[in-house]
């Protein structure tokens, strides 16, 4: 157990909905990352939050966003989802703003979108 | 632009065999290099990472991995294969600006 909590484990949508993402870091950890990982990309950085601050962007869509709350857990929305969105979403953390240190990653959420 | 590459998609291998599983990274100061194990089903987990000094880096479960410079390489091995570490294991390397790199993963079975 890495003490990185995400909700839901699994998520089944529909075309063109809306669905957020939830996670807690582990505590004391400042920085928050989130990752999709699919089959045919990998695994994808999205964004990073560090205490709070937009710290780094990956290959983030525009319809996706992200925040981090004062206690420092975050949320990931996807908005107008489409098939391709389907695909595991990690969430990690590590108490530095530099990506050198050790990720600890929770257990992801699988979206679905039909 | 720095990148990671694993030149094994899938490899099988005996229990009790000894393993290898390649990584390459391209990155134009020293990097920071980490080897991370997913479980089926779990979230990735960190084996062992290398930021400076000895080039032969021990990790969790047994894994061990050499840097080297000269090659690019960091290479992670164990000398004898449990059915557990059937897995798929990621090689990451940063920073890049401000991210880690993942490579795109070698799964690994493992035959009783």
């Known amino acids: 157990d890495s003490g990185v909590t995400q909700t839901p484990k699994h998520l089944i949508t529909a075309t063109g909905q809306r669905v957020t993402l939830r996670c807690s870091p582990r505590?004391?950890?400042?920085?928050v990352y989130w990752y999709q990982q699919s089959l045919d990309q990998g695994l994808q950085f999205l964004i990073q939050?560090?205490?709070?601050?937009?710290?780094a962007k990956g290959n983030i869509l525009e319809r996706f966003s992200a925040q981090q709350f004062p206690d420092l857990h975050s949320e990931l929305n996807l908005s107008s989802l489409e098939l391709g969105d389907s695909a595991l979403y990690f969430c990690?953390?590590?108490?530095?703003?530099?990506?050198?240190?050790?990720?600890?990653f929770g257990p992801g959420t699988r979206l679905t979108v039909l | 632009a720095q990148s990671v590459t694993q030149p094994d998609i899938h490899i099988t291998v005996s229990e009790g065999a000894s393993l290898e599983l390649r990584c390459n990274y391209s990155?134009?100061?020293?990097?920071?290099l980490f080897w991370y194990v997913q479980s089926p089903g779990q979230g990735l987990q960190l084996l062992l990472k290398?930021?400076?000094?000895?080039?032969l880096v021990q990790g969790i479960k047994g894994f061990e991995a050499e840097f080297k410079r000269s090659q690019s390489s960091f290479n992670l091995r164990k000398p004898s294969v449990h059915w557990s570490d059937a897995a798929e294991y990621f090689c990451?390397?940063?920073?890049?600006?401000?991210?880690?790199?993942f490579g795109p993963g070698t799964s690994l079975s493992v035959i009783p």
């Open positions: 990690a953390s590590s108490p530095e703003v530099y990506r050198s240190n050790e990720q600890f």
């Open positions: 505590s004391g950890d400042l920085s």
């Open positions: 939050y560090y205490n709070g601050e937009e710290r």
């Open positions: 990155y134009g100061a020293t990097p920071y």
């Open positions: 290398y930021f400076s000094g000895d080039t």
């Open positions: 990451a390397v940063g920073p890049s600006g401000d991210k880690v790199i």
